[in-house]
């Protein structure tokens, strides 16, 4: 079952997956192998008693559609298809949900889609999900006009091989079938950080769906120009509002700020030198992510404020993807209080 979906299973595909088996096996290490039957992702011919395999998110978002239409690389779906959901739970058979189309509990750490079904502002507007924002249309905030909507990966998305001509299928070629199991190096998409070509981090288990500053991400942070930050691939459309690839004249280089610094370590004096119980409404990256001292505590001078410190990733229940409610005073303050500790 996938997403709430039954997958029609036929001797025939069983025997193909065997047969997969015994030339995969060799190659690959044993988290491939176990991650699941072929047959959960792909589709020989797209063809099962005489009706389609392939499925896709109706047009009104209650449910799935059959589709005919075969998909590339022998999918079942698409990455909405995949990665959504018409129940509560945000983790389906180990898919994490990011797009919910009814009621839904304990959202995964980049959000969830749903919020921007409601409101452009709540989130990224991405392609099969909702049209382009009706303010903003290809342009977003602080960076220059888009050719085409975003998606999800490819090169007018965020996740898998950005590079032109890149789609959500062909970005994402081979990704979920490497090894990860030593670790993220971002020597290619399957490699990187959740995908994000080039980016670093560590990856907790359940997405952060249990929302407990003892297992969570831990996100790679620089002070210099690195490329290896979640902060510099913002930064590739959002390009005005990041200190090093906007440039110091945009953002400023120390207080007082233009605009909110990212990629800049959190100060070890004054108000900032008491943010040292790692908070997850305001999360800090790392300089290395694989040696944190205390995956709940927080070292001022060293750990670093990044775009996601405010904003969730896909979408938020608030105004600009914020974690928290900066329009209403009480809840505004203490989301920024986590940092700015003698305003809360």
């Known amino acids: 079952m996938v997403n709430g979906r039954y997958l029609n299973f036929s001797l025939y595909r069983i025997i193909f997956i065997v047969f997969l088996w015994g030339f995969v096996l060799p190659g690959q290490g044993q988290a491939v192998v176990s991650s699941g039957t072929c047959s959960d992702c792909h589709t020989i011919?797209?063809?099962q008693g005489g009706a389609a395999?392939?499925?896709k998110m109706n047009a009104s978002y209650t449910g799935y559609d059959t589709d005919a239409t075969p998909n590339e690389m022998l999918l079942v779906s698409d990455c909405i298809g995949c990665h959504s959901s018409t129940?509560?739970?945000?983790i389906v058979d180990n898919v994490p949900i990011v797009f919910s189309t009814g009621a839904f509990s304990n959202p995964l750490a980049g959000?969830?889609?749903?919020?921007v079904r409601t409101d452009d502002t709540y989130g990224?507007?991405?392609t099969g999900i909702k049209a382009q924002d009706g303010t903003l249309g290809l342009t977003p905030p602080g960076g220059s006009a888009m050719t085409s909507q975003l998606t999800c990966a490819g090169e007018f998305g965020c996740h898998g091989d950005r590079t032109s001509g890149k789609t959500n299928f062909s970005g994402m070629n081979k990704s979920h079938h490497i090894d990860d199991s030593g670790g993220?190096?971002?020597?290619?998409t399957g490699l990187s950080y959740r995908f994000l070509d080039g980016v670093l981090g560590k990856e907790d288990a359940d997405w952060e769906q249990d929302n407990v500053n003892t297992s969570h991400n831990e996100y790679k942070g620089s002070t210099g120009s690195s490329t290896e930050t979640v902060s510099y691939l913002c930064a590739q459309c959002h390009n005005d509002f990041h200190t090093w690839e906007g440039g110091p004249l945009e953002v400023g280089t120390a207080s007082p700020w233009l605009r909110h610094p990212t990629d800049v370590a959190l100060k070890n004096t004054g108000e900032y030198a008491n943010y040292t119980t790692y908070s997850m409404t305001a999360p800090v990256a790392r300089p290395n992510p694989d040696a944190v001292?205390?995956?709940?505590q927080v070292t001022p001078g060293t750990d670093i404020v990044m775009c996601l410190s405010c904003h969730r990733s896909h979408g938020s229940p608030y105004y600009k993807a914020m974690r928290w409610d900066i329009k209403t005073l009480g809840t505004a303050v203490s989301g920024c209080g986590v940092c700015h500790?003698?305003?809360n």
């Open 124 to 126: 990224h507007n991405v």
């Open 111 to 115: 959000g969830n889609f749903s919020y």
């Open 341 to 343: 500790t003698s305003k």
């Open 184 to 188: 993220t190096t971002g020597a290619s």
């Open 87 to 90: 129940g509560s739970a945000t």
């Open 53 to 55: 395999v392939a499925f």
């Open 45 to 47: 011919h797209n063809s």
């Open 293 to 296: 001292p205390s995956t709940s």
